[in-house]
């Protein structure tokens, strides 16, 4: 989608009264490219409704998408933190093999979710398994020593919470409650997501 037609569009949804507050996209080629048009960055994620000068509109990049690339580059290249820590294949591989009968923390954890092919990369479950809570403990359990590992999975599991909730009150989870419902939670869930914004990829898998 061009710069132009975006903002055609924004202005006929504002002039029919309805009001925009935030639009979000895959990060496909296209979409990189709208957004550097905007000059959309991780400090600048706004623009402005051509039609109400005042009123920002908030760009968001898909968290599926999101989940489904950070998923493909642990079991691809692996993923180094900001210390050096590198997650790749073989962690995974190692916590299969450690998830057995004394350490049964992750029933949905088997190689199905490390040796996807084709349109199972498309599926958002098989990286929203990988990348879980029940992942997070299990990491603190095998790795006490590196808790950094455990946080990396924790970050983009309530990140996701976060970004996917679909109803306004969760009773059991307040992550998955709409935005501002549980607003200090779910802001510090954004800041951590955001301090896993730049991870490098190893492209050693080894």
């Not at 037609?5 to 507050?21: E, F, K, N, S």
């Not at 997650?87 to 923390?105: P, Q, T």
């Not at 549980?182 to 490098?200: A, D, F, L, T, V």
């Amino acid at each position: 989608m061009k710069k132009e037609l975006l903002l055609r569009i924004i202005a006929a949804v504002t002039d029919a009264g309805y009001i925009i507050c935030a639009i979000v996209s895959d990060l496909g080629g296209e979409n990189r490219g709208l957004w550097k048009e905007f000059e959309i960055t991780t400090e600048n994620h706004t623009i402005l409704n051509p039609v109400i000068q005042t009123q920002k509109i908030y760009l968001f990049a898909d968290i599926p998408h999101q989940m489904k690339n950070i998923r493909s580059h642990l079991i691809d290249d692996g993923v180094i933190l900001k210390n050096g820590t590198l997650i790749c294949r073989n962690i995974l591989e190692h916590m299969i093999s450690k998830n057995g009968n004394e350490l049964k923390l992750c029933s949905k954890l088997t190689n199905r979710l490390l040796d996807i092919r084709g349109a199972e990369r498309m599926r958002v479950a098989l990286a929203v398994q990988l990348l879980s809570h029940h992942r997070s403990v299990l990491a603190m359990k095998l790795y006490p020593e590196k808790p950094e590992i455990s946080e990396f999975f924790k970050i983009f599991n309530n990140g996701f919470d976060t970004f996917n909730s679909r109803k306004k009150v969760d009773q059991k989870n307040c992550l998955l409650s709409g935005y501002g419902i549980h607003i200090s939670e779910q802001h510090i869930s954004c800041q951590s997501e955001e301090s896993c914004r730049k991870p490098q990829i190893s492209h050693q898998n080894t």
